[in-house]
């Protein structure tokens, strides 16, 4: 047997005890025998079994994808310790049903975005995205160093949940539209796929927000029951097919600038894990965070190139007048959302707070810098 199965078959005290005796005396290692004591001897470490319930379908490109990629990390930073199973939407649960699966015990780990629980705490709605919010790397300064952490832990505590930001999309894009926008005029009587917040907003610039699950999408924009749709970036979008049923797509995308996804933990599940487990599956999901961010630059990157260059999209810029006015609405409707309820003041005063110096911080540096790159 080699050094390393034994440790495993042994259980790691009694595998480097009998280890120990085996390279003092230079047996053959074929002849090892564990020291027998049995008392003292700790039992094979216990795997521990979780199951992660996740609004996406079954490996969806680069959400339910970053799902698995945090279930393989917990596996590998654990040693195997916990083994994590991932269930796409409906396979256990419905997508919109994970809150309470993981809140009441059925799973211990949920994976999604937090706007999908403004039903059950509106403010939940400033951990994933609000319209001119904060962007992927403001999001994360703030959650890990600008108090917002501990507001999201507080308001899931009452949930019996642990959350965690568990991946980032990056600025989204403005959608699919086909017809031009010049003007806020011309998204009156506009009918678009857009939820949340964005589509308050562009109910009050004039438009009509339709709410359509992601496979109806396409086919309402083709057949004209809706005139846009917005729905993430390059990479998803192009899998979609959706510049096959509207000519211009629009950027930047101002109702979501840095969408963050999360992941969220049975509060009860977690506590009873040793404190160097619960380490680990902190700093995994803090990995998983980034690296989603990474991979959906990279593929929007190329996904991007590939509409243009291959598929003809024109690319265009709202106006800066549309949104300007997009903006003023947007802050009113944030604003009105937060008055609605005490804890949602509190994240909103926090996370506007974070913004504003944000924004001066980047203007000098992030925004300047990209500014004088595409000169
Ligand atoms: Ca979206």
Redesign the pocket.
Known sequence: MKRREIVKVLGLGAAAAGLAACTEQKAPVADCKPVETPAAAPAKPETIEWKMVTTWPKNFPGLGTGANQLAELIGQMSGGRIKVKVYGAKELVGALEIFDAVSRGTAEMGHGAAYYWKGKTRAAQFFAAVPFGLTAQEMNSWLYHGGGMELWEEIYAEFGLVPGAAGNTGV?MGGWFNREINSVEDLKGLKMRI?GLGGEVLKRAGGTPVLLPGGEIFPSLQSGAIDAT???GPYNDLAFGLHKAAKYYYYP?W??PG?TLECFINKEAFEKLPEDLQIIVRNAVRVANQDMLADFTAKNNRALEQLVNEHGVELRQFPDEVLSQLKALSDEVVAEEAAKDPMTQKVFDSFVKFRDQATKWHAVSEQAYLNARSL
Do not use: I
């Open positions: 989204q939820p917005e729905w993430v995308g109702h979501e969408t």
